[in-house]
């Protein structure tokens, strides 16, 4: 089929998206991928899908081939991609049911390897606006008037798992003012400005983490956050989820000029 412009990477509980018309398996110098690549056909559009945790769940968050995964896609001529993830809510204006659309990230992850250069083979990329602008805008656009809760922007702190975090925690970066958190999107998001590849992030929203009498004012204990559950609520909504994807691919253009495939301009050492 015809080479894919446009790649999903999909998170927890989105494990598979379309029906391949080809798979595709990549050694890369980085190792071998989270799982083979699909490829296949959205009304007419090449489409590459990756599930980042692997189809069985196998790579816990600290595990994923960050690194293999994006190198593949650019060796694939993918220009576009489209992160996807659950999160949990830090404020109370972000609901569970909830769809994002992430522009900044606090990365509290350590010991993940976050970039493809080292020694005299370096490189310092901008991360001021980690998410492709260009990419978020059109997105927004295609959302406009999508049923259910939906956001154009938010902070996700992005925390090393695989454990869930501590009251205390939960507490701190809610009273930071970020919104929302997750185990996955650092360092793929940086990883991929590194390629010039345009890519951008649309999360879901499946619970309150820890903190629920501080978010939503329900008595704690209650709904302590866990994969289970994490999977459960995804599931129960993710028809519109996939609503949501199909939109923003639609509305992504074959061509395009954006600032992220200038990344390394003045950026090497």
């Given at each position: 089929m015809?080479?894919?412009?446009?790649?999903?990477?999909?998170?927890?509980?989105?494990?598979?998206?379309?029906?391949?018309?080809?798979?595709v398996s990549r050694q890369t110098p980085y190792g071998p991928t989270s799982a083979p690549i699909s490829l296949s056909s959205l009304d007419g559009r090449p489409v590459a899908f990756l599930p980042r945790h692997g189809r069985d769940h196998e790579y816990l968050p600290h595990e994923i081939p960050y690194r293999a995964n994006l190198w593949a896609f650019k060796e694939l001529g993918v220009r576009q991609i489209l992160g996807l993830n659950t999160v949990g809510s830090l404020q109370a204006e972000y609901r569970r049911g909830d769809l994002v659309l992430v522009d900044q990230f606090i990365d509290r992850t350590s010991g993940r390897i976050d970039t493809f250069f080292s020694g005299n083979a370096a490189a310092h990329i901008s991360s001021a606006y980690p998410y492709c602008v260009r990419?978020?805008?059109?997105?927004?656009?295609?959302?406009?008037?999508?049923?259910?809760?939906?956001?154009?922007?938010a902070t996700v702190v992005v925390t090393q798992g695989p454990r869930f975090g501590t009251l205390a925690e939960s507490r701190w970066f809610r009273s930071q003012g970020w919104h929302v958190l997750n185990m996955t999107q650092y360092p793929e998001v940086v990883l991929a400005r590194e390629q010039e590849l345009c890519y951008m992030n649309l999360s879901y929203v499946t619970d309150y983490d820890v903190a629920l009498t501080e978010?939503?004012?329900?008595?704690?204990?209650?709904?302590?956050?866990?994969?289970?559950?994490?999977?459960?609520?995804?599931?129960?909504?993710s028809g519109r989820f996939v609503d949501a994807v199909k939109r923003i691919v639609n509305t992504l253009p074959a061509e395009f000029d954006c600032g992220c495939q200038h990344a390394l301009d003045g950026a090497r050492t």
């Open positions: 015809d080479q894919p412009v446009i790649a999903i990477i999909g998170g927890t509980g989105f494990y598979k998206f379309l029906e391949p018309v080809e798979e990419m978020r805008g059109l997105a927004k656009d295609a959302l406009d008037g999508i049923e259910g809760g939906f956001h154009d922007s978010v939503v004012g329900a008595e704690p204990d209650k709904e302590v956050v866990s994969h289970a559950r994490v999977l459960q609520a995804f599931a129960a909504d």
